[in-house]
């Protein structure tokens, strides 16, 4: 079996061998224009001459083209290095500004509430072309959220599944729940089989979404007896949205953004009262800085909080601030 320390030999006896053969074709000529242009009885002689001259103008041009060589291949290093260096000097520089802002980042809960229906949505990130991906200004870059409205409330209506300590855990579009195994088959083909390790909670049975109209649209899934599939959403206008409310607010520093620092700060209200009741900011650094020269930029950042990587840690937050009710 070849190793790749035989193939490195195997390439460089060929490349020995191959100049060579380039040597002796030099010979050759030299010596067949020599002949050619010599009188008789004097082209060994200068044969003897020209072959030794020939050779030298051959390795003086050979010297002088591989210093070029050198010489660019020096400068491109150079200018490599130089690169490299100013691009390390901009990432300390975003890092720097990264772990300022860290400081303030994280969660702060005044007020929370049980057994709630449903929530309001005062606002939604945007649906964003592929484009935005490589934006530094892109308003959703900390959870890298570019998908539909519809796909963003049913992060909300979502059932969750969690182990005993009770960490946040992942999403279910149907009741996981054993005693929801047919409704698991129609709708998935196959159950859930949720170990008895971990618990089912339910997300909202709604989502109440201000339109740019100033008007409420209402979101739910089907009850599960007739449901059809994972997909649809139920929608209707309404005249009052939910009490508690979540609120969507990108940060956009146009000097952070130089730097490919982006943040995030949801905020919860109580409509009735008008009160703040949480708020939670994250931010985000590109560490690519822009130079990944691939069409997703944002999707390979640090975050703060540290482990929090995508938008279900909204819901999780308001989870724990508004807690859904639970039950049938």
Known sequence: MLTPQDI???????????ALVDL????VIIWTVVSIFSRRGKRLRNNLIATPLALLAAFAWAYIASSDDRARERQRQQEMQAKAEARQK????????????????GEKIYQTVENVEGITLLNIPEDSPQSSYNDPMWEN???????????????????????????????????????ARETQIRLWGYPTNMSEHKKAYR??????????????LRYRFPDDK???DIDTLLVQPIEEPSRYALEYKPIVDPEDRK??????????????????MATKTWYALNPTQGHAYQTDEWFRLERCPAGEAD???IRYFLNRVIQPKQGD
């Open 259 to 276: 730097h490919w620092v982006a943040g995030l700060t949801v905020n919860i209200y109580d409509l009735q009262t008008h009160t703040l």
């Open 141 to 179: 870059a900390v959870f890298s959220w570019g998908g539909p409205e519809e796909e963003y409330v049913k992060e909300f209506l979502f059932w969750e599944i969690r182990d005993d300590d009770n960490s946040p855990g992942f999403l279910k579009s149907v009741d996981p729940r054993p005693s």
């Open 203 to 216: 997300g909202y049975r709604y989502a109440d979404v201000k339109q740019k109209d100033k008007h409420y």
């Open 8 to 18: 490195f030999q195997l390439i460089a006896y060929v490349s020995i061998a191959a």
């Open 24 to 27: 002796i074709i030099l010979l």
């Open 90 to 105: 901009e990432f300390l520089e975003s890092k720097a500004i990264f772990e300022e802002r860290c400081k303030s980042a």
């Open 311 to 313: 938008s279900t840690y």
């Open 226 to 228: 007739v449901r059809k």
